[in-house]
Structures are given as structure tokens and as C-alpha cells.
């Protein structure tokens, strides 16, 4: 570790990279600061602190208590994230677009150019939605058509100036931009969850708080396993495996990846927005004249705040989509036609419709662990504050996740970073 470190050092490229990291992650968390104007903050604490409103509770840990302060980087970088993904879900619909994803290069360039561009109109329309959202429930005061225009004006640009911040790291700096100001946001949040931990050491809670510690760092070990974990499909290059005359040559040349979680923390994402919407639509409608309109805004409402309800509908979408998302990124029968290009087969599977039933039925399998996985991860704070009746404890699994896996990434670019520095010393 401290030979690590002082190779760090030793280059100046490499600490300068660090350092100028560090600093784009600092600056994001002085802009998370930031309020906006006219804020009720005791109608704030009580709209976050309704059970039916966990979702929005789950969303401030992700922006790093943005949501909680109301600040201008209220909306963090998830219009990013939604474009990237809309763009990513359109390249399969598009044939132009799954050409030029195909081709790599200036071609991917572009698709993420697109992202960039998706990002103003989604954070216009996301910060409108969150704003007047606010306003109905009285946690914006005194706000007119100007103010309202000035604030969503802040929020739109504040979340492009994050977005562009994060590019900057991934172009500049160490690790993913992106990927590390959402853990850094998670890792915000900490200190105060110290807090509120030490608070349920005093009321007399110590097994209970004993009990999720060894929960969470099981918690932590899994995630570790499971985002390592995969599957080697074997692979014999037909180009290659030609040995001398009367050689057998080597049977397996090398191996083909199947991640077990290939989708990620996407399938979560996707089934927070789908939650999202109805819990948002259910806070306009409860200002509404008509009555039909608000009883329904109100079983809505009492439907969504139901932990029971709220945690199995939760898992069965981050089930559902976690096979949608994998077959979206891995097509089978795309793999088997390019194995098949390179003059590639699997050891006893016959090239080309074989070979792709072979990958679907494998990645399906692996899937299930994935997305069991997922679906448990996500519904996790759910079942211990259930179970072991600490509410004060919100910090979850999908945290967790994020953390981990951003910290493995970036280390990962680290020790690549030092170890071609090592190359170009010899």
C-alpha cells in the first residue's frame, strides 16, 4: 500500500491527476451547498420526512442531501444519466445509431455528444416537475412566474455545469467523472448517518445497531463477489489452434466474459423512475378541486407509502428490468456472429444458431443471480428497518453497490496508470 502511494507521488503526471480530481470533487460539493431562494424549511423536513415520500428520500442520499437543502444542484447529474440511458435504449431501435456504436471512435463520440445534448431539455422538464411539485406543497414560498423562470434558469444550468465538471474528471483526472460525483454524493451522507447511529447507541439500541453492522459488511462482501463474478465461456480460435504438423495445437486459446451483473445499477435506476412517477403524480393531484381526483391521489399515495407494497413492486421491477437491460447490451445471436467473423467457436457448440441459443440460455441462467441480487440489494433498508425497527438507518444496499463499484473502477484505472508509468521507466 505505502509503495503504491509513493508511486503515486513520485509521478508527476499521476499526482497531478489526483490532485486535479480531488479539486473538480471538492467544487461539486461547495455547489451542492448552495440553496435556492424562498425555502420553507420546516414544510421541507416534513414533506421529505412522509413515508410516502421514501422515494424522494432515496433520491437526496443519491444528489448528497441536494434534495434535502433544496440546493441549486438539486437535480445532480440524473438528467445525465436518463439521456445516456434514453440514447442507449435508442440505439437499438435505430439502425444508424447501432452502426455507429458499432464503429467506435468519433462514430461512439457522437452518441455520447447526443447524451449531452438530451441533458438540457430532460433537466428542464425534470427541474419544472420538482419545482412546482414544491410549490404545491408549500415548500417554495412566495414564488411568481419570474422567480419560478430564474430558478429552473439555475437548476438546468447548474446540472449542466456538474455534467461538464464530470466530464472533466474523466478526461483529465482519475476515474469516471460521473461514477464518482454520485458516490461522493452517497459518501456525503455518511457522517450524518454516524449520527444518527450514535443516537440509536443512546437510546439503548446496541444489538439492533451491532446486528445491521454485521449485516452491512456482509452486505458489502456479496457485492464484492457478485460484481467480480463471472462466467469463462471457452473459446478455440481456429487461426490460432493450428499447431506444428500432427500437433494437436492448444485446445482453448481463450475465454469469453459473462458478467453475472451485467446490467449494473441501471435496472435499479429504471425501477426508481417507474416508482417515481406515480408517487409525483399522486403530490399534484392531492391539491386538486375535483374529489375524485384527490381520493385517488390519495390511495396512490397510501398504496406507494405502504413499505410492504412499496418493497415487493420495487423488487419485481429491478428483476423484470435487469433482463432487459442485459439483453440490450449482450445480444447472443450478434456474439455468436462474430465469433463466428473471427473464425471462433466454442469447444462442442456447433457455430452460428447453436452458438447463440448456447449464450442466450447461459447469459439467462447467470441472470437470475444478477437480478436476485439486484432485487434484494435494492429492497434491503426497506427489510432491516422493518426488521430491526431503526428507521434512522437508510443507508442501502444500492449505495453500497455504487460505492463499491466506483471504488474498484477507479482503483483499477489507478494501478493501470502506475503500472504504464512502470513500463515507460524500464
Same mark, same amino acid.
Given at each position: 500500500?505505502?509503495?503504491?502511494?509513493?508511486?503515486?507521488?513520485?509521478?508527476?503526471?499521476?499526482?497531478? #491527476?489526483?490532485?486535479?480530481?480531488?479539486?473538480?470533487?471538492?467544487?461539486?460539493?461547495?455547489?451542492?451547498?448552495?440553496?435556492?431562494?424562498?425555502?420553507?424549511?420546516?414544510?421541507?423536513?416534513?414533506?421529505?420526512?412522509?413515508?410516502?415520500? =421514501?422515494?424522494?428520500?432515496?433520491?437526496?442520499?443519491?444528489?448528497?442531501?441536494?434534495?434535502? =437543502?433544496?440546493?441549486?444542484?438539486?437535480?445532480?447529474?440524473?438528467?445525465?444519466?436518463?439521456?445516456?440511458?434514453?440514447?442507449?435504449?435508442?440505439?437499438?431501435?435505430?439502425?444508424?445509431?447501432?452502426?455507429?456504436?458499432?464503429?467506435?471512435?468519433?462514430?461512439?463520440?457522437?452518441?455520447?455528444?447526443?447524451?449531452?445534448?438530451?441533458?438540457?431539455?430532460?433537466?428542464?422538464?425534470?427541474?419544472?416537475?420538482?419545482?412546482?411539485?414544491?410549490?404545491?406543497?408549500?415548500?417554495?414560498?412566495?414564488?411568481?412566474?419570474?422567480?419560478?423562470?430564474?430558478?429552473?434558469?439555475?437548476?438546468?444550468?447548474?446540472?449542466?455545469?456538474?455534467?461538464?465538471?464530470?466530464?472533466?474528471?474523466?478526461?483529465?483526472?482519475?476515474?469516471?467523472?460521473?461514477?464518482?460525483?454520485?458516490?461522493?454524493?452517497?459518501?456525503?451522507?455518511?457522517?450524518?448517518?454516524?449520527?444518527?447511529?450514535?443516537?440509536?447507541?443512546?437510546?439503548?439500541?446496541?444489538?439492533?445497531?451491532?446486528?445491521?453492522?454485521?449485516?452491512?459488511?456482509?452486505?458489502?462482501?456479496?457485492?464484492?463477489?457478485?460484481?467480480?463474478?463471472?462466467? #469463462?465461456?471457452?473459446?478455440?480460435?481456429?487461426?490460432?489452434?493450428?499447431?506444428?504438423?500432427?500437433?494437436?495445437?492448444?485446445?482453448?486459446?481463450?475465454?469469453?466474459?459473462?458478467?453475472?451483473?451485467?446490467?449494473?445499477?441501471?435496472?435499479?435506476?429504471?425501477?426508481?423512475?417507474?416508482?417515481?412517477?406515480?408517487?409525483?403524480?399522486?403530490?399534484?393531484?392531492?391539491?386538486?378541486?375535483?374529489?375524485?381526483?384527490?381520493?385517488?391521489?390519495?390511495?396512490?399515495?397510501?398504496?406507494?407509502?405502504?413499505?410492504?407494497?412499496?418493497?415487493?413492486?420495487?423488487?419485481?421491477?429491478?428483476?423484470?428490468?435487469?433482463?432487459?437491460?442485459?439483453?440490450?447490451?449482450?445480444?447472443?445471436?450478434?456474439?455468436?456472429?462474430?465469433?463466428?467473423?473471427?473464425?471462433?467457436?466454442?469447444?462442442?457448440?456447433?457455430?452460428?444458431?447453436?452458438?447463440?441459443?448456447?449464450?442466450?440460455?447461459?447469459?439467462?441462467?447467470?441472470?437470475?443471480?444478477?437480478?436476485?441480487?439486484?432485487?434484494?440489494?435494492?429492497?434491503?433498508?426497506?427489510?432491516?428497518?422493518?426488521?430491526?425497527?431503526?428507521?434512522?438507518?437508510?443507508?442501502?444496499?444500492?449505495?453500497?453497490?455504487?460505492?463499491?463499484?466506483?471504488?474498484?473502477?477507479?482503483?483499477?484505472?489507478?494501478?493501470?496508470?502506475?503500472?504504464?508509468?512502470?513500463?515507460?521507466?524500464?
Amino acid at each position: 500500500m505505502w509503495e503504491t502511494i509513493l508511486q503515486v507521488f513520485k509521478s508527476r503526471d499521476l499526482r497531478n #491527476k489526483i490532485f486535479f480530481t480531488l479539486f473538480i470533487l471538492a467544487l461539486v460539493r461547495v455547489i451542492a451547498h448552495i440553496p435556492l431562494p424562498q425555502i420553507d424549511r420546516e414544510q421541507l423536513s416534513q414533506f421529505l420526512g412522509q413515508s410516502e415520500n =421514501q422515494i424522494f428520500g432515496v433520491l437526496s442520499l443519491f444528489t448528497g442531501g441536494a434534495l434535502s =437543502q433544496l440546493s441549486i444542484d438539486l437535480l445532480g447529474v440524473g438528467p445525465y444519466i436518463t439521456g445516456s440511458i434514453i440514447v442507449q435504449l435508442l440505439t437499438k431501435a435505430i439502425p444508424a445509431w447501432d452502426a455507429m456504436s458499432k464503429e467506435g471512435g468519433s462514430e461512439r463520440e457522437k452518441l455520447n455528444q447526443y447524451s449531452r445534448y438530451l441533458t438540457v431539455p430532460l433537466a428542464v422538464v425534470q427541474g419544472y416537475g420538482m419545482i412546482a411539485l414544491l410549490k404545491s406543497q408549500n415548500v417554495l414560498t412566495n414564488i411568481g412566474g419570474q422567480e419560478m423562470f430564474l430558478i429552473l434558469l439555475a437548476l438546468t444550468v447548474t446540472s449542466v455545469f456538474v455534467m461538464w465538471l464530470g466530464e472533466l474528471i474523466s478526461e483529465k483526472g482519475i476515474g469516471n467523472g460521473i461514477s464518482l460525483i454520485i458516490a461522493l454524493g452517497i459518501v456525503a451522507g455518511l457522517p450524518q448517518q454516524l449520527v444518527n447511529t450514535a443516537n440509536t447507541f443512546e437510546s439503548g439500541a446496541v444489538i439492533s445497531v451491532l446486528i445491521f453492522a454485521a449485516i452491512a459488511l456482509l452486505t458489502i462482501a456479496v457485492i464484492i463477489f457478485i460484481n467480480e463474478a463471472e462466467r #469463462k465461456i471457452p473459446v478455440t480460435y481456429a487461426k490460432r489452434s493450428a499447431g506444428p504438423i500432427g500437433g494437436l495445437g492448444s485446445p482453448v486459446d481463450s475465454y469469453l466474459p459473462l458478467r453475472v451483473n451485467t446490467a449494473g445499477v441501471v435496472p435499479i435506476i429504471f425501477a426508481l423512475s417507474f416508482l417515481t412517477f406515480p408517487a409525483v403524480a399522486a403530490r399534484f393531484l392531492s391539491t386538486a378541486k375535483s374529489e375524485s381526483l384527490v381520493d385517488f391521489s390519495n390511495k396512490v399515495t397510501a398504496f406507494v407509502g405502504n413499505d410492504t407494497y412499496y418493497a415487493i413492486m420495487y423488487a419485481v421491477l429491478v428483476f423484470v428490468f435487469t433482463f432487459f437491460y442485459t439483453y440490450i447490451i449482450i445480444e447472443p445471436k450478434q456474439l455468436a456472429e462474430n465469433l463466428q467473423k473471427q473464425s471462433g467457436f466454442i469447444p462442442g457448440v456447433r457455430p452460428g444458431t447453436e452458438t447463440a441459443q448456447f449464450l442466450k440460455y447461459t447469459i439467462s441462467r447467470i441472470t437470475v443471480i444478477g437480478a436476485i441480487f439486484l432485487a434484494v440489494i435494492a429492497v434491503l433498508p426497506t427489510i432491516l428497518q422493518g426488521t430491526l425497527n431503526m428507521p434512522s438507518l437508510v443507508i442501502g444496499g444500492t449505495s453500497v453497490l455504487i460505492v463499491v463499484s466506483v471504488v474498484i473502477d477507479t482503483s483499477r484505472q489507478l494501478a493501470g496508470q502506475i503500472s504504464l508509468r512502470r513500463y515507460d521507466t524500464v
